[in-house]
């Protein structure tokens, strides 16, 4: 086989249609063109991704979720562009978009349901910002700040530490707590018993003093203790306190339970274990006649 013989071969192979798209022939060399197109516009939004957040962050005062939401949509956009142009480029043409419907309802039918549903609630996230990152919010029973928002799942980093990816779907089908959202400011409350012996207007003081006394406690709104109700052995009661960022509520509220303890050895207010009162009764004498002989 000569070098001609070899070139029209690998010709023939290059160009040999392999499927159709609106009446245009998609061959082995305008799909490896597509994959070059696409790829080149990827490493294009990285680099741009990467220079407006650095650019964003030196330059800028927009808030650090903003940032991300920019980035986000400017690389989507890109993403987008980029397609259109691939899909041109080797010769398919996308008036009216009807292709790119058209692919999506294949795409569901093939059973991406999850994933379309997942992309759509992605947008949905970064356009409305109930939920942005850095955010501290509660998913069913796990608690974490969001890292991370991609085209199909959020990266929560939990309180151990640990990385969780949640879909998207679930933000939008789902109850989700965000302790962040619009004003961070979040409430302790703190339960204690003491006992009944104990001088009431002590414990207030006590509780109050303790929690005016932490630097992160608010002073507006002031921190209250309330008498809520009459246990079994102690009287039942509630410190409130406000804390201006809910990411670190859990270590404040270990620190005020310390100081609560060491404000009741000082005063002298007891903390009562759990007793329950235990009368013996004599036997009642049983009647004579009810004894045989």
Not at 34 to 58: D, E, G, K, P
Not at 264 to 275: D, K, L, S
């Given at each position: 086989m000569d070098f001609s013989q070899v070139v029209t071969t690998l010709d023939h192979f290059f160009?040999?249609?392999?499927?159709?798209?609106?009446?245009?022939?998609?061959?082995?060399?305008?799909?490896?063109?597509?994959?070059?197109?696409?790829?080149?516009?990827?490493?294009?939004?990285?680099?741009?991704?990467?220079?407006?957040?650095?650019?964003?962050?030196?330059?800028?005062?927009?808030?650090?979720?903003?940032?991300?939401?920019?980035?986000?949509?400017?690389?989507?956009?890109?993403?987008?562009?980029?397609?259109?142009?691939?899909?041109q480029v080797i010769g398919v043409d996308l008036s009216g978009l009807a292709v790119i419907f058209g692919f999506l309802s294949v795409g569901i039918g093939f059973g991406l349901q999850n994933l379309t549903s997942n992309f759509i609630a992605g947008l949905m996230l970064l356009f409305e910002q109930h939920i942005k990152v850095g955010d501290r919010i509660t998913v069913g029973d796990t608690e974490g700040d969001v890292t991370e928002i991609n085209i199909r799942s959020t990266t929560i980093r939990s309180l151990n530490n640990i990385a969780i990816v949640v879909p998207n779907s679930e933000f939008i089908s789902s109850t989700v707590t965000n302790w962040s959202h619009g004003d961070p400011k979040t409430r302790l409350e703190i339960e204690v018993g003491v006992s009944y012996s104990s001088d009431l207007d002590t414990v207030m003081h006590s509780l109050l003093e303790a929690a005016k006394e932490h630097p992160l406690i608010l002073s507006h709104p002031e921190p209250k203790a309330w008498l809520m109700s009459f246990g079994d052995s102690a009287w039942n009661m509630r410190l409130l306190a406000w804390v201006g960022d809910?990411?670190?509520?859990?270590?404040?509220?270990?620190?005020?339970?310390?100081?609560?303890?060491?404000?009741?050895?000082?005063?002298?207010?007891?903390?009562?274990?759990?007793?329950?009162?235990?009368?013996?009764?004599s036997p009642l004498p049983l009647p004579l006649s009810s004894v045989t002989t």
């Open positions: 160009t040999y249609p392999i499927f159709t798209i609106n009446q245009t022939p998609i061959t082995l060399s305008s799909l490896t063109f597509f994959v070059f197109i696409m790829c080149m516009f990827w490493i294009m939004n990285t680099i741009l991704r990467r220079f407006l957040r650095n650019q964003l962050q030196q330059r800028s005062k927009m808030p650090v979720a903003t940032q991300y939401t920019v980035t986000r949509i400017i690389q989507y956009v890109l993403l987008f562009v980029g397609t259109i142009i691939a899909f809910p990411q670190g509520r859990r270590q404040i509220q270990s620190e005020i339970n310390c100081a609560i303890v060491k404000k009741f050895r000082q005063n002298g207010v007891e903390i009562p274990f759990p007793q329950r009162d235990l009368h013996v009764r």
